[in-house]
């Protein structure tokens, strides 16, 4: 086969961290769940922390390398480390690389356990200074910046509002003052957008969503430097004990094979739904990035693909309504997380502890909707009936 990478992203997705198992000659690499390895015959200078080396599975595993490997190549990245949850990889990057007094600067609007982690626990345990800023303004960054900045990271899209993030943009602030930029690429997935490519230093996912697409399993994934991963996989990995389950990496692994082909559908159809809610007289607002109305379309399109599956909307309406129409729909579930292959779609009343940051649009509540792979039709078909239902 030509160099891995020479070949497609599509090819890689199939092909890439697969292999004839040696012991069977199975086409698939089997789910060893062994959790230690036959150590080699002189132990006494093994390094037993040793993040690359087959030892004890909270160290490393089969499965969790042939998924690294995957990732790696997925990102153009030149390592990669695999945890057990989105959260764990995010605080896998944190523990790493923010020392005692360091600085970060954080989106103001990013996954809830990111914004605990930054604004609550890294400072008050570790006097870890934290600045959360509009990342979609590249002058609040810049004034943000620190002697002692060590991270400055974003989420783009980020969750929930969707705002995008000029990670080109970023990246040069970044290296002015030779701090790391992070960047959680969930809501994209590698196949809609390459942040190393555009000069980030870190790509982060939480694979529990598009990676793995099929909502029956959890992990997350660090992918870059190899000196940077390294650090990772030494300092958060092996001690803080956030290792992925073998069967978990192979389901990951499993389902990356149809992700170019999901998130081109995923992308498809949200387009047709955030256009159709968008028409709606009874719709207050919609957050899609691939709608020219998004405040960072511009950008959007300049460093994604597509636009992938998720969209946030408001109603003309009161909680209760909102309630009602989330209860009123059929084939959509009311349920959290994105990325699953059934459209999923959460409520988020006005008690959200980030309210403050949100759009004014946001402040009264706003559905956070999850575009599955089911026809488009069908799900514009359950919106329309659970607004007849609402009298809306
Ligand atoms: C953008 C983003 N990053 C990280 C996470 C956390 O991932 P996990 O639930 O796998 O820990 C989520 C979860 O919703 C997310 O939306």
Redesign the pocket.
């Known amino acids: 086969m030509a160099n891995k990478t020479e070949i497609s992203f599509r090819t890689q997705c199939i092909h890439t961290g697969n292999g004839i198992d040696k012991e069977t000659g199975a086409i698939r690499r089997p789910i060893t769940m062994a959790n230690s390895y036959r150590l080699p015959e002189d132990s006494s200078t093994l390094d037993w922390s040793d993040p690359n080396q087959l030892v004890y599975t909270r160290n490393t595993s089969a499965n969790q390398i042939y998924l690294q490997e995957k990732l790696a190549a997925l990102e153009g990245g030149e390592d990669c480390v695999v945890l057990s ?6 605080a896998g990057v944190f523990f790493t690389f923010l020392d005692k007094d360091a600085h970060i600067i954080c989106s103001n609007v ?2 809830v ?2 914004y605990r982690l930054l604004k609550e626990y890294f400072p008050d345990k570790y006097g870890v200074e934290t600045t959360l800023v509009d990342t979609g303004n590249l002058d609040e960054i810049k004034k943000a910046l620190r002697p002692n900045t060590k991270i400055i990271h974003i ?1 783009t899209p ?2 929930p509002t969707t705002r995008v993030s000029d990670i080109a943009e970023i990246s040069k602030i970044a290296q002015s003052v030779g701090a790391l930029l992070t960047v ?1 690429s ?2 994209a997935s590698p196949f809609l957008q390459r942040p190393l490519e555009l000069g980030a230093d870190l790509v ?6 598009y990676i793995n697409g099929h909502g029956d399993s ?3 994934a660090v992918i870059g430097r190899k000196d940077l991963i390294d650090q990772i996989k030494r300092q958060a990995m092996v001690n803080l004990g956030g290792a992925i389950s073998p069967f978990n990496a192979w389901l990951i692994m499993r389902g990356a094979v149809t992700l170019p082909l999901r998130m081109k559908q995923h992308s498809e159809s949200a387009m047709k739904v955030a256009r159709f809610l968008e028409g709606h007289s009874s719709v207050d607002f919609v957050a899609y990035p691939g709608l020219e109305s998004h405040p960072q379309h511009e950008i959007a399109k300049k460093q994604m693909s597509m636009y992938s599956g998720v969209l946030s909307f408001g109603l003309k309406a009161d909680v209760d309504t909102h309630n009602k129409f989330v209860n009123s729909l059929e084939l959509i579930v009311p349920a ?3 990325g699953h292959d059934e459209s999923l779609i959460v409520y988020t009343g006005p008690k959200d502890e980030r309210n403050h940051f949100y759009p004014d649009e946001f402040k009264n509540g706003h559905l956070r909707f999850s575009v599955g792979l089911e026809e488009a039709d069908d799900i514009i078909a359950d919106l329309k009936q659970a607004f007849e239902k609402c009298g809306l």
Do not use: R
Request: charged share 10%; glycine share 14%; net charge negative.
């Open positions: 949850t989105g959260v764990s990889a995010l990013s996954y356990a990111v989420e980020g969750n959680d969930t809501f982060i996912h939480s694979l529990t969503k959890m992990g997350g959290v997380s994105i």
